[in-house]
């Protein structure tokens, strides 16, 4: 009797565990991965998380009609990556990074597209290229304040995002870390913040936005195609460097206007996107008392501003 009530109680482990697991598996020097049945992705490991291959597939020079429709870049279809778990990844609704974990890899979570959670612990001190890129089903990031860098489309077209604080610890911000994330209505960028690269936060339904003092540089279009934008602060007295065509298409009658290269206007058209917003409109900058005069003998900054807009 008490051979058999063992054996029951094995195999109801057994069966126990392989329940628990979706899939698992190990890859680069000591990391591990599992997925548990209720779609919980833990990574575990120590140091900078292995770098994962990927391949860009371009799509020709016309709209691509394959599939999904990229509103930004629409003759790019995505990437593929060799992450270990890619198969899986539809199964994938939370993400539990282990400590110790130092780094995020190179479009590792890219395309988990009921992810909704993350938790990133106070190791990681960089978020990689395309690390979260089109995860749009992601609604909250809670960036540790050991994290120093968000690289390029390492969140882009996270449509989910609603709000979203940077903190002071960030110093770099991709090129297009957020574009396209096409809810994400509220921003806060924090003292501490020093480069802003291109794109970064293109297409965002922001209604206003303060450039911390410590930014230094802005780069080429980084609120492009923020349509709603009106409110501009900038609290630095003196100017941060800036790109071209950083507010471009706010100002100005976008499509109308012939800004928008024939190609990209029908992409942007199918893709569902208003090309007549924004028309006529302007914005309030407002920089720090005493500031204004400095920013008008910038040549880079002085065409922001008019006598008929209040600064």
């Known amino acids: 009797m008490k051979k058999i009530s063992f054996l029951l109680l094995f195999c109801a482990l057994v069966f126990a565990q392989i329940r628990a697991e979706i899939a698992r598996g190990t890859w680069g020097n000591g990391f591990s991965w599992e997925i548990s049945n209720d779609s919980v992705l833990t990574v575990s490991g120590a140091g900078e998380m292995p770098v994962l291959s990927r391949q860009d597939l371009p799509v020709g020079e016309e709209p691509y009609t394959g599939g999904e429709i990229n509103p930004i870049y629409p003759h790019f279809a995505g990437v593929t990556t060799t992450t270990p778990w890619y198969a899986h990844r539809k199964a994938v609704k939370q993400i539990v990074l282990q400590a110790g974990i130092t780094s995020i890899a190179e479009y590792a979570f890219y395309k988990c597209k009921n992810l909704s959670g993350i938790q990133i612990p106070s ?12 995860c749009n089903g992601l609604q909250a990031i809670m960036f540790p304040s050991s994290v120093t860098s968000i690289g390029d489309d390492a969140f882009n077209f996270c449509s989910g995002l609603t709000r979203l604080t940077i903190p002071m610890s960030v110093k770099v911000i991709g090129h297009r870390a957020f574009l396209g994330c096409s809810n994400l209505a509220n921003l806060t960028l924090a003292e501490g913040i020093e480069t802003i690269n291109s794109e970064a936060f293109r297409g965002l339904p922001l209604t206003s936005i303060t450039i911390p003092a410590s930014v230094k540089y802005i780069g080429n279009g980084v609120f492009n195609d923020c349509h709603a934008l009106v409110n501009i602060t900038v609290a630095g007295k003196t100017p941060a460097g800036i790109g071209a ?6 100002l100005t009658a976008n499509g109308a206007s012939g800004e928008y290269p024939e190609f990209y206007r029908d992409a942007y058209s199918e893709a569902g996107w208003d090309l007549t917003k924004g028309v006529g409109k302007t914005a309030l900058y407002v920089v720090p008392t005493g500031a204004a005069a400095t920013y008008k003998k910038t040549v880079e900054w002085n065409k922001f501003f008019s006598t008929s807009a209040p600064i």
């Open 123 to 134: 190791s990681v001190t960089k978020i990689k290229e395309g690390a979260f890129g089109d």
């Open 245 to 250: 065509d950083v507010w471009n298409y706010l």
